[in-house]
């Protein structure tokens, strides 16, 4: 928005710039830039690094239903946390092998279970608050958590016990700027994603407004971020 979202016209940096496959509609690819550039690499660092497997929570959100699919499609093993029963059977749905609800009794022991089962090393956080502390806990000595957004409005509260004595690590991680900065793995994304933007890069909309009633638009995704993204339209 500060360099001009809402202008017709802008200067931007040609390197910052993605050419647009022509099939591409002009509502998917004003999603593309965020959600999918973070699910690829997400899970390209993850990959990258070693990991055998993952953790992601908030996994019911649209980037953590990319992040599903597209496990799925590098064949990497991935543990859902949500916050819901019906987020639960939503993932089991969609394919997820192991969904995880936070708000039940024994969630940490069996995220404890699992993830030492699968060697689930680094975890994808999104809410922060208790929830990031209680996951990097159960998770195998020398884990790592990503932290990449605060859905909670809270701070992590990290127990440094598990920093110290389980030899555990906290990052933040900021998904498109990790891929700007390595050219041929951004037009290796864009590709991809372009490719399959109907489906593993797919974003649920659920209503499209115009920018007149943006608090409209603001208080619905409030009361459901889950029900999809709302879309502003230019008259
Ligand atoms: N670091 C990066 O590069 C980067 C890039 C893109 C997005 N993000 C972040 O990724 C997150 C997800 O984005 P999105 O566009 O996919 O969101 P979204 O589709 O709007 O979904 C938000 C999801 O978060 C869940 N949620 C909200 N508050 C929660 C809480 N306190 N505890 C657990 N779950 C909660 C909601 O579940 P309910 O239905 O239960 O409310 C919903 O499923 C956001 O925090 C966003 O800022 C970061």
Redesign the pocket.
């Known amino acids: 928005v500060g360099d001009g979202a809402w202008a017709e016209y802008m200067v931007a940096e040609a390197s910052r710039c993605i050419p647009l496959n022509p099939e591409v509609s002009l509502h998917d690819a004003a999603m593309l830039l ?2 999918p ?2 699910a690829w ?1 997400l899970i390209d660092s993850a990959i990258g690094a070693g990991h055998q497997a993952a953790i992601q ?10 992040i599903l699919k597209l496990a799925a499609h590098r064949q990497f093993p991935l543990i859902h946390v ?3 029963e019906a ?1 639960v059977r939503e993932l089991t749905d969609m394919g997820a092998k192991w969904v995880l609800n ?1 708000e039940s009794g024994d969630f940490e022991a069996h995220l404890r279970a699992r993830a030492a089962e699968g060697s689930a090393t680094v975890c994808f956080e ?2 922060a ?1 208790k ?1 990031a502390n209680t996951v990097l806990r159960a998770m195998p000595r020398g884990s790592e958590l990503w ?7 809270e701070p992590c509260q990290i127990d440094p016990v598990i920093l110290v004595y389980e030899e555990k690590v906290v990052r ?7 891929l700007y900065k390595d050219r041929e793995k951004l037009s290796a994304a864009v590709q991809e994603i372009q490719q399959k933007i109907d489906t593993v890069f797919k ?1 649920n909309v659920r209503e499209k407004l115009p920018l007149r009633e943006f608090e409209k638009a603001l208080n619905l ?1 409030q009361e ?6 709302l879309l502003f339209v230019m008259e």
């Open positions: 965020v959600n550039l973070t690499a929570t908030a996994a019911a959100s649209a980037l953590g239903k990319m949500v916050r819901k987020q936070s999104a809410v608050g929830l932290s990449y957004g605060g859905l909670s409005g933040g991680f900021w998904g498109p700027p990790t974003t995704y459901s971020m889950g029900a999809g993204k």
